[in-house]
């Protein structure tokens, strides 16, 4: 490491998350209810942690692994998919319960809301994990999600740990401002003690301290972890270290009719700015990166970017990737 809860400029990054299969409908106009509403449907990989892996490889960093618990019937699909994209996966195969499944109705603004399964997701648990998956690891990210269910949070707190024991960094996206208000904010800062850097966006950084505003959320979020990066949709990010904020990066504005879903954005940020910082660039550096891949990710459908290779095989359920 270069300073404290700083990572090196060498070494993988090591993501701990989840792998879902996403169902994205565009409904142009509004949902019609007790009736059909025409939309646009495909069935995608995704997942926060996967999709965060998947942008930290586009933005140049060549070691990505991803260790999460996903239903066998899909294992197949999600790992081609992971591995396609440069990601190393090491996903553990759940016989009981499915791939975690995420319906995203997005509008015609590009704004989601999501209807969540989570799956083989929360089943991650203790004996899924080894300390020796953190050889060769600079950095640990820790996808939110695990901490909203007793078995993955177990073994999230047990990466953490080991990871602090290493002196690896540890980062955390608290993931979901709904989930979070379920488990208490109070009670998730508690859980993440001990990281380095806290990547919310705006709800989940209010929720998170009580504060009025995005930048007073930052400030007293830097004063529980070292670094904390809030994330503000089209408007950038703040940066803030010591109970100050440090820097305000503006987003790339991206056209109107360019912005196809929202799904991945927050994703995007966090791969990039994990990538920018292995690579060695300073928090608003790498949070201007992170502003770039968000406004890349906005002008794709899904949560992973672009790509010209076709999709491995097709998604579980047997359905091309198109209905």
Known sequence: MTAAGEPGPGGALLIVGDVVTDVVARHRG???????????????????????????????????????????????????ELAGAGV??????????????????VDAAAERTFLTDSGAVLRLCPDDWSPGLLDGVAALHLSGYLFFAPSSRAAALLALRDARAAGIPV???????????????????????????????????????????????????????????????????????????????????????????????????TGAFLAARLSGADPAEAAGAGCAAGAEAVTVVGGRPPSDRPPADHPPSGRPPSV
């Open 30 to 80: 509004p949902l019609a209810p007790a009736t059909d509403t025409a939309a646009s449907i495909r069935t995608l990989p995704g997942g926060a942690g996967a999709n965060a892996a998947c942008w930290a490889v586009r933005s140049g960093r060549r070691d990505v692994r991803l260790l999460a618990r996903v239903g066998a019937d899909s294992a197949g699909w999600h790992e081609r």
């Open 88 to 105: 190393r996966p090491l996903l553990v195969p759940d016989p009981e319960v499915p791939t975690a499944t995420v319906i995203a109705l």
């Open 171 to 269: 980062s955390v996206d608290p993931a979901s401002a709904g989930f979070l208000a379920e488990l208490g904010p109070e009670r998730f800062l508690a859980a993440v003690e001990g990281a380095s850097l806290l990547l919310p966006n705006t709800d989940e950084a209010r929720l998170l301290t009580g504060a009025p505003d995005a930048e007073a959320a930052a400030r007293e979020l830097s004063r529980r972890v070292p670094l904390a990066v809030v994330t503000l949709g089209a408007a950038g990010a703040l940066v803030a270290e010591a109970g100050a904020v440090t820097a305000r990066v503006a987003a790339p504005a991206v056209p109107a009719d360019r912005r196809l879903d929202s799904t991945g954005a927050g994703d995007a940020f």
